[in-house]
């Protein structure tokens, strides 16, 4: 890595894998009003995908004006399911009545990711990926929510498919790390491109 690389998150997730990925990353997590920017986007009748996006950005934009040497990522994941999106769940009781909503039907995940650098971006993606929720039991439900408990705050989902969540799902079409929150792959190929990362 030739300069800076931050993350502009709080997600374990997408530290784990920018790390695993073999990638030194300092990690700044961008204090953006996700409810405020969200609404009026969803006022002005903004598709799903548009909403990832902006929330990415604006999450790059803010640390990436703090530091305009780093390649600053900022990244956001919105599930889609009927029309409506989700937000991540507060309580284990949000978590059971979303669970419980997308039980049985399919949706759709979105992760942006958007880099900044010398204050604008110079690159965005978002990957997408479909998945079918199984329509399991409710003593399955009440065991599910009880073994993750809050681990399943931190996803838009209320679940982590890299664990326990797997038994939710009867298929998965798209993106794996997509589903983790970062499209990892395309990112990858950028930074070899720009030489930030070993070619």
Not at 27 to 45: C, F, S, T
Not at 46 to 60: F, G, L, T, V
Not at 107 to 135: K, T
Request: with cysteine; net charge negative; charged share 25%.
């Amino acid at each position: 890595m030739t300069m800076p690389f931050i993350l502009a998150s709080s997600s374990e997730t997408r530290a784990n894998m920018l790390r695993a990925a073999g990638l030194s990353v300092e990690i700044a997590p961008a204090r953006v009003d996700e409810a405020a920017i969200k609404a009026a986007l969803l006022a002005e009748g903004a598709p799903a995908r548009d909403i990832a996006d902006a929330m990415a950005e604006a999450k790059a934009r803010r640390i990436g004006q703090k530091r305009p040497d780093a390649i600053v990522l900022g990244a956001d994941q919105v599930l889609v399911c009927n029309d409506v999106l989700f937000d991540k769940p507060d309580t284990i009781e949000m978590a059971r009545d979303q669970l419980a909503q997308l039980r049985g039907q399919r949706h759709v995940l979105l992760s942006a990711a958007v880099i900044f650098h010398e204050g604008r971006p110079i690159w965005r993606h978002i990957g997408r990926a479909e998945l079918v929720m199984r329509d399991f039991s409710d003593s399955f439900l009440e065991d599910y929510l009880g073994r993750e408990g809050s681990n399943l705050f931190a996803t838009v989902g209320a679940y982590r498919l890299e664990y326990r969540g797997a038994q939710l799902f009867t298929s998965v079409a798209g993106d794996y790390f997509s589903i983790l929150g970062l499209p990892l792959l395309e990112l990858l190929d950028f930074l070899r491109a720009r030489k930030i990362c070993q070619q």
